[in-house]
């Protein structure tokens, strides 16, 4: 899929805030949403059925409309007007916008665009983004082009392309998710490694089931997975490409058991968890030279390491007070710092925000499991969710979403993936064929 083309002109907007979507204006002015830590309502935007420019783009040009609509509105940062309530009727990609009628159903947002398969068999997908209330586009129009194979790619693009002028912020629309897909009973559970899309769509099995799978996570180019295995009848980290599906096993010691992998932001490290001898510690492995370094060394267990954005620090979880809390090292090993400040509960699986301000973490308190964030000092800490069983916290890459795992309680109880933003406002479940745990997202694709 390549993108064109007409001149681009981003409207400067504003980021502002740390915390939480989401502020969308109510009155007249110029459009844009403040991530802020106010809370209103969303913003209302029309997307009238992108315009077929010829009989082949019809069923397509419906589809990525709804692809771009269902995007939008499950940021919880947009609420859709309906097409029944729309006055104007768009008819050409070119034809001039009647802002009165749009303003009159209190559009603050209107998005048009055209589909067109071409004779050589290309789909074309053109948009424009326009600010009501201003009688004016907003930015200049821009054109995908890619297989008919690739119309959900595109239409995640444009959605894409809407949030990022709107709020001024990355979106996470053309992204994809690796998780363990997971069938049969509690006790005799048979589990998957597979990615799909972010909205749960193209689903596609990267192993069998004959082995257990743990904890994959995507290279940050999003070209490799890396997970736990249990294929040679221990836990071990392997190594898999996701276009080939070829995998391996990381060098380890003989008699140790390795898990809990992370890559490096540079994706040419990785570091993990290893267990020998009874003890649990964290190791680095160069994958270009297969150098093994240790990175810490107490009798503790320490395990659940994830790399800062810049690569200069690894936040972990340790046992070494008596209690799962939460620390950070040097990347290169050293003195580690307790940053979780809590008195009570436990802590684990942290993870490192994309942006580098945020930790989130998996806390456990009171028989109750939760979600939460913390600033990188462990000051600032908030609870995002509740429930009987919530873990395993992963980022989108614009660093203001989170999905997890949610597990409901009992025999029966079954495993799922969620999603909430940073304020814990807009929790969902994200669409999977059947259970699903162990969310890793990946970067934006290329």
């Known amino acids: 899929m390549t993108r064109l083309l007409i001149p681009l002109t981003l409207l400067?907007?504003?980021?502002?805030?740390?915390?939480?979507?989401?502020?969308?204006?109510?009155?007249?002015?110029?459009?844009r949403i403040e991530i802020t830590e106010g809370v209103i309502e969303p913003l209302p935007f029309a997307v009238?059925?992108?315009?077929?420019?010829?009989?082949?783009?019809?069923?397509?040009a419906q589809d990525i409309t709804r692809?771009?609509?269902?995007?939008?509105?499950?940021?919880?940062?947009?609420?859709?007007?309906?097409a029944s309530a729309h006055i104007s009727t768009i008819t050409s990609f070119d034809s001039p916008v009647q802002y009165a009628d749009w303003k009159a159903i209190n559009a603050q947002a209107l998005i048009t665009g055209s589909v067109e398969q071409t004779a050589n068999g290309e789909l074309v997908v053109r948009f424009r983004l326009f600010d009501v209330f201003s009688d004016q586009p907003l930015g200049e129009g821009l054109q995908f082009v890619g297989t008919p194979e690739s119309w959900r790619r595109m239409a995640h693009n444009v959605a894409d392309q809407v949030y990022?002028?709107?709020?001024?912020?990355?979106?996470?629309?053309?992204?994809?998710?690796?998780?363990?897909?997971?069938?049969?009973?509690?006790?005799?559970?048979?589990?998957r490694l597979a990615i799909m899309d972010y909205d749960g769509a193209n689903v596609q099995y990267l192993t069998d089931s004959r082995?257990?799978?743990?904890?994959?996570?995507?290279?940050?180019?999003?070209?490799?997975?890396?997970?736990?295995?249990?294929?040679?009848?221990?836990?071990?980290?392997?190594?898999?490409?996701?276009?080939?599906?070829?995998?391996?096993?990381?060098?380890?010691?003989?008699?140790?058991m390795s898990f809990a992998p992370r890559f490096s932001p540079d994706g040419n490290?990785?570091?993990?968890?290893?267990?020998?001898?009874?003890?649990?510690?964290?190791?680095?492995?160069?994958?270009?030279?297969?150098?093994?370094?240790?990175?810490?060394?107490?009798p503790s267990i320490e395990t659940g390491p994830s790399f800062s954005p810049d690569g200069s620090q690894i936040v972990f979880e340790s046992d070494r007070s008596g209690r799962q809390q939460i620390y950070v090292m040097p990347s290169s090993g050293g003195e580690a710092r307790r940053i979780s400040q809590g008195e009570v509960g436990r802590?684990?699986?942290?993870?490192?925000?994309?942006?580098?301000?945020?930790?989130?973490?998996?806390?456990?308190?009171?028989?109750?499991?939760?979600?939460?964030?913390?600033?990188?000092?462990?000051?600032?800490?908030?609870?995002?969710?509740?429930?009987?069983?919530?873990?395993?916290?992963?980022?989108?890459?614009?660093?203001?979403?989170?999905?997890?795992?949610?597990?409901?309680?009992?025999?029966?109880?079954?495993?799922?993936?969620?999603?909430?933003d940073i304020s814990g406002r807009n929790l969902q479940r994200v669409a999977t064929p059947g259970m699903a745990s162990d969310p890793s997202w990946s970067p934006l694709l290329p």
Request: aromatic share 10%.
């Open 211 to 256: 082995n257990i799978v743990l904890a994959p996570r995507f290279s940050p180019n999003g070209d490799r997975v890396i997970y736990t295995s249990y294929e040679s009848g221990f836990p071990r980290v392997y190594l898999m490409d996701v276009a080939t599906v070829q995998n391996r096993p990381l060098d380890a010691l003989p008699d140790t």
């Open 269 to 298: 490290r990785v570091v993990y968890s290893e267990e020998a001898g009874g003890n649990t510690d964290i190791y680095l492995l160069d994958l270009n030279s297969g150098q093994r370094t240790r990175l810490t060394e107490a």
């Open 67 to 82: 692809v771009i609509s269902a995007d939008l509105r499950g940021t919880g940062l947009f609420r859709e007007i309906p």
């Open 48 to 60: 009238p059925v992108f315009i077929a420019e010829n009989a082949a783009a019809s069923d397509v």
């Open 347 to 420: 802590y684990g699986t942290p993870v490192w925000s994309p942006r580098g301000d945020l930790i989130a973490f998996t806390f456990q308190n009171a028989g109750r499991f939760h979600i939460g964030v913390m600033r990188t000092d462990g000051s600032e800490e908030r609870l995002l969710t509740a429930s009987f069983l919530d873990e395993g916290p992963t980022w989108a890459p614009n660093g203001r979403v989170i999905m997890f795992t949610r597990e409901t309680a009992g025999a029966d109880g079954a495993p799922a993936l969620y999603s909430v």
């Open 12 to 31: 400067a907007l504003l980021i502002a805030g740390f915390f939480a979507p989401a502020m969308a204006q109510t009155s007249p002015g110029p459009l």
């Open 164 to 191: 990022e002028r709107i709020t001024g912020e990355g979106g996470y629309f053309d992204t994809r998710v690796a998780f363990i897909s997971e069938d049969g009973p509690k006790n005799a559970r048979l589990k």
